[in-house]
């Protein structure tokens, strides 16, 4: 269990984390979901005692992380690849960590193996991938058996196979009662991992809750329209409550009423139908509207104002992606 | 305000972790001593100075320029075994003050502080951990250095020979490896302190090479006070003979003529002192 109340991080004028409150629950798998600079890692690093909060507090099983008896097995975590001596090995590294909590070579050895470093456990961290580095965080991470882990973008440079590992870890350690929290700038990511989520904006939260809630709570749903007469029939439409947008010559695509709305303003205008979908939004519809207007750096690529509405008119209707 | 999601099992069924896993000053001590020997720098300095020690003895025991009877006490006298060792005590200080100096910056630099940190939240046990083990491995090799020093020395000139009825000999064959690993946890505290290799190294080398050395010939009156109170030069004293301290104060005057051990105290409160101030900063700043 993970609580913060108040929490704020200000590095001078700039405000990193503004005042958040949330839980992380134990036995489930609770995704931190925010785009670039949105202030998850601060968050992080707060938990774990590395950044001293401005204001607030944050505690792990009730108590700050600087006062546990035994922060290893509490907490594991792992809050950038490679925050290792790269002249040690990774076997040196881990064992190094081990001993602080006087944790044996037997589990040393236990979670390179885990974490698939076994043939390059004696080698020097040097020369690793962002992948193998990213495995060894997550070996230091569960070296203590920690009843609380903390990952911040775990799958980060990982292969698919690491990708799996991970994902199918998070699930497990959560079945176990133990709590989870993971990080990503990636919707997709923590749709398919978690079970709670926690979406953080320019340093607020934005949303938090069940994955299922807050995504129906961010998502409007989309109607799309295929007729002949499509011209005649946006303009029927228009109006205050609906937006229409022409996809393509003959397909629209409406947002505000329901299909059965749309529907029987076809009939009563006697205009041809030759599909009439309804979309649920998609995750990735959901994270861009939520955090539209929370977004720290914007593409330059991207031009266009990213209000909600045009956000979501940009979400596509992929089937993985739709909850 | 926070939006509580159901709360589910809060009992975890794993098992409890062995009672021996624990965070402890021990456990602690133990983590900074694999820490220093899974480096290969480690050893490459260590193997490194004890040579470079060994060599400087052998050009000293081998030149013609150290004459018997030049000196008070004669032949093995401490003044002749000071002979030996003097270069060696410059150079194993520079040496082993980088090595001393890397331990901690090195955390800094790389990253690896972060993992040290969240592993060991409370922080401050990790300074005493790794000053102890530093003084201890700097203290090892330049004891090593300064034994194989002695012995060679002796093997080639009969007249370097140690004499142990001379009674300033134990000082200065124990005082030369404690003032060089003094002279590293200098670097050590410097190195808590800043946070920053080359900032580190720089200002401890720069002011042990360069700031003392020309305080030491500038004669300008008030200099005579603060002469004796800087860090190298007074720590020094402890691994020289009382014959060439003379010396010394006839060359640059001060105020205060510190006794071998005084000097010493006052190497050991610039490393108390910078270490206290390395520490404090450690306890509130993020990293």
């Known amino acids: 269990m993970i609580e913060a109340h108040g929490l704020t991080k200000r590095y001078g004028s700039k405000t990193a984390v503004d005042g958040i409150d949330f839980t992380v629950h134990p036995g489930r798998v609770t995704g931190f979901l925010g785009p670039n600079g949105a202030g998850k890692s601060t968050t992080m690093r707060m938990i774990v005692g590395l950044d001293h909060p401005t204001a607030g507090t944050v505690t792990v099983q009730g108590r700050p992380y600087a006062r546990l008896r035994s922060p290893l097995t509490e907490v594991g975590a792992l809050l950038e690849a490679k925050a290792v001596h790269p002249g040690r090995s990774a076997r040196g590294h881990l064992r190094a960590l081990a001993a602080t909590h006087g944790i044996g070579d037997k589990r040393v050895d236990q979670v390179i193996e885990m974490a698939g470093l076994g043939p390059v456990a004696r080698k020097r961290v040097k020369g690793f991938s962002l992948g193998m580095g990213q495995r060894l965080g997550i070996a230091a991470a569960l070296l203590g058996d920690p009843h609380t882990l903390i990952l911040d973008e775990p799958v980060n440079g990982l292969d698919p196979e690491g990708v799996a590992w991970v994902r199918g870890l998070a699930k497990h350690l959560a079945a176990e009662g133990r709590t989870v929290f993971l990080s990503s700038h990636l919707m997709s990511e923590v749709a398919v991992t978690a079970d709670d989520l926690l979406v953080i904006g320019r340093g607020r939260i934005v949303a938090q809750g069940p994955v299922a809630d807050v995504v129906a709570r961010a998502t409007s749903t989309t109607v799309r329209v295929r007729s002949p007469q499509a011209t005649e029939l946006a303009a029927a439409l228009s109006g205050p409550t609906a937006t229409v947008e022409a996809i393509e010559p003959g397909l629209l695509e409406v947002h505000g009423p329901s299909a059965a709305e749309i529907g029987e303003l076809a009939a009563a205008s006697r205009f041809v139908l030759h599909e009439l979908t309804s979309v649920s939004g998609s995750l990735e519809q959901a994270y861009l509207s939520l955090t539209a207007d929370a977004v720290e750096y914007h593409s330059a690529t991207e031009g266009t104002d990213p209000s909600p509405a045009a956000a979501g008119a940009a979400g596509t209707t992929s089937p993985e992606a739709q909850r | 305000m926070s939006t509580a999601t159901t709360p589910r099992t809060e009992h975890a069924h794993h098992a409890a972790p062995a009672p021996a896993v624990r965070l402890t000053p021990w456990h602690v001590l133990r983590s900074e001593w694999i820490k220093i020997w899974t480096l290969r720098s480690t050893l490459w300095t260590i193997g490194l100075t004890i040579v470079v020690l060994v060599l400087l003895a052998w050009a000293m025991a081998a030149s013609a320029g150290v004459a018997p009877g030049q000196f008070a006490g004669g032949e093995g006298s401490a003044s002749m075994v000071y002979m030996v060792l003097a270069p060696g005590q410059i150079f194993g200080s520079l040496v082993l003050v980088v090595l001393a100096a890397l331990s901690i910056t090195g955390e800094y630099g790389t990253g690896q502080v972060r993992s040290t940190f969240a592993a060991v939240p409370s922080r401050l046990p990790v300074l005493w951990a790794k000053g102890l083990v530093v003084a201890v491995v700097t203290f090892a090799t330049a004891a090593v250095g300064t034994a194989l020093s002695l012995l060679l020395a002796g093997a080639i000139e009969p007249a370097m020979q140690p004499d142990w009825s001379d009674p300033e000999m134990l000082r200065i064959v124990v005082g030369t490896p404690l003032y060089i690993a003094t002279v590293a946890l200098l670097g050590f505290a410097l190195g808590a302190l800043m946070r920053n290799t080359a900032a580190t190294i720089a ?54 003529d510190l006794s071998p051990w005084g000097g010493y105290a006052v190497l050991v409160g610039w490393v108390v002192v910078i270490l206290g101030a390395g520490a404090l900063r450690l306890r509130t700043r993020d990293v």
């Open chain 2, 203 to 256: 200002t401890v080398i720069g002011f042990v090479l360069v700031v003392e050395s020309v305080l030491n010939l500038i004669s300008w009156k008030p200099l005579e006070y603060v002469r004796p109170f800087l860090p190298s030069s007074a720590g020094a004293r402890v691994a020289t003979p009382e014959e060439f301290l003379d010396m010394t104060n006839q060359l640059a005057t001060q105020a205060v």
